[in-house]
């Protein structure tokens, strides 16, 4: 092979090799440009995530200043908290989870509750069951994200 030939070559390699380079710093480029879209559109999906739960906020923070506006009496204090507590509900549920119902007498489970203490009862038939329901439970389909806190029956004799 002659050095012309060898000149030839490499003068051929260098200009694959330039255009090697090209193509790199553009793909870059788009990669780059991609990235910044996918980041706005991350974050427009996260606001736009939020707003049923803010929503659902603002109307609970709406009842709250309309009880400090009128108070109820002390009959209607029931009926706000359960109202309020329904909101409560409603903006955990915007975000995916699902209360389950727990109710006194199920059986204690320990995958679904969190017992908070033992309850001394007489009957046999509540030992091991639940007596009093302290906090509701929360899944994500069949995985439990919040265990219902508790109280269960423990039998002792009078």
Do not use: W
Not at 52 to 65: E, F, G, I, K, S
Not at 74 to 93: C, F, H, K, S
């Amino acid at each position: 092979m002659s050095l012309s030939e060898v000149y030839a070559a490499l003068s051929g390699l260098s200009a694959t090799l330039e255009r090697e380079q090209e193509r790199a710093k553009h793909r870059e480029e788009i990669i780059d440009r991609l990235h910044e879209e996918n980041q706005l559109l991350r974050r427009g999906e996260l606001q736009q995530m939020h707003d049923p739960v803010r929503n659902a906020l603002y109307r609970l923070l709406d009842r709250v200043r309309q009880a400090q506006r009128n108070p109820p009496d002390a009959e209607g204090v029931p009926q706000v908290l359960d109202l309020i507590g329904a909101e409560l509900v409603e903006a955990i549920e915007r975000t995916g989870m699902e209360k389950y119902e727990v109710a006194v007498g199920d059986p204690y489970d320990r995958d679904r509750h969190r017992p908070l203490g033992p309850v001394p009862v007489t009957d046999k038939g509540l030992d091991g069951t639940v007596v009093e329901v302290c906090a509701d439970g929360f899944a994500r389909g069949e995985q439990i994200v919040r265990r219902a806190q508790v109280r269960v029956g423990k039998y002792q004799e009078d």
